[in-house]
């Protein structure tokens, strides 16, 4: 298995580790976080059991998902994180959550950004995709930012405490993909 170590301008995409937990709390544990995702906040037992999950597929081979921590270049510490899952047809959903106190910095779009990278550059994918909350404004400009075309909408995607929400989709082709500078090691 060869360990994710992808770096942007700003930032880093590595692998999750054991003591990623308490930053990943601050994140999948806050109400402003998981408001436009399709779970609600995370309890401490609830994240350790992510970043088990995390460390396990990170070793399996095949290697079907990449969930990374997001790091700045210039520190380890955990500001967000990024997942990307494998489908057939050389295809993959990404996701990514990031700390609000980075939240407006353009972090998102460079972290989706690297996803590509990975994805296209590494894996040899042909087409990326993400979904977000009608109502996350602020994760449609930093897909947009990052390259993606709006697609449509998926009715009645997430039962998210108890009531059914839609999805705007976006995605990316390989053909589409403008690299950033970054690194793989």
């Known amino acids: 298995m060869t360990a ?5 301008p700003r930032l880093v995409l590595r692998e999750i580790e054991p003591g990623d937990a308490d930053a990943l709390l601050d994140i999948y544990g806050d109400p402003a976080v998981t408001r436009h995702l399709s779970f609600g906040p995370c309890t401490p037992e609830q994240v350790d059991l992510i970043v088990e999950r995390s460390i396990a597929g990170a070793a399996e081979e095949p290697r079907t998902e990449y969930s990374l921590a997001v790091a700045r270049v210039d520190r380890h510490e955990l500001i967000g994180s ?3 899952a494998t489908e057939r047809q050389r295809a993959a959903s990404i996701g990514f959550a990031l700390h609000p ?3 407006g910095q ?3 779009p460079e ?3 690297l996803l590509c990278a990975l994805g296209f550059d590494h ?3 042909h087409r990326l995709w993400a979904a977000r909350s009608p109502l996350n404004e ?5 897909l947009l930012r990052a390259g993606m075309t709006q697609e449509g909408r998926i009715r009645d995607h997430f039962l998210v405490d108890g009531v059914w929400r839609d999805s705007i989709t976006y995605s990316i082709l390989e053909q589409e993909w403008a690299p950033i500078s970054g690194q793989w090691s």
């Not at 994710?4 to 942007?8: D, E, Q």
């Not at 602020?138 to 930093?142: D, E, G, K, L, N």
């Open 138 to 142: 602020a994760s449609a400009r930093t």
């Open 82 to 84: 990024v997942r990307l």
């Open 111 to 113: 972290a989706v950004a």
């Open 101 to 103: 106190a980075v939240w």
């Open 4 to 8: 994710v170590h992808l770096t942007g």
């Open 123 to 125: 894996l040899g994918l």
């Open 106 to 108: 353009g972090f998102g």
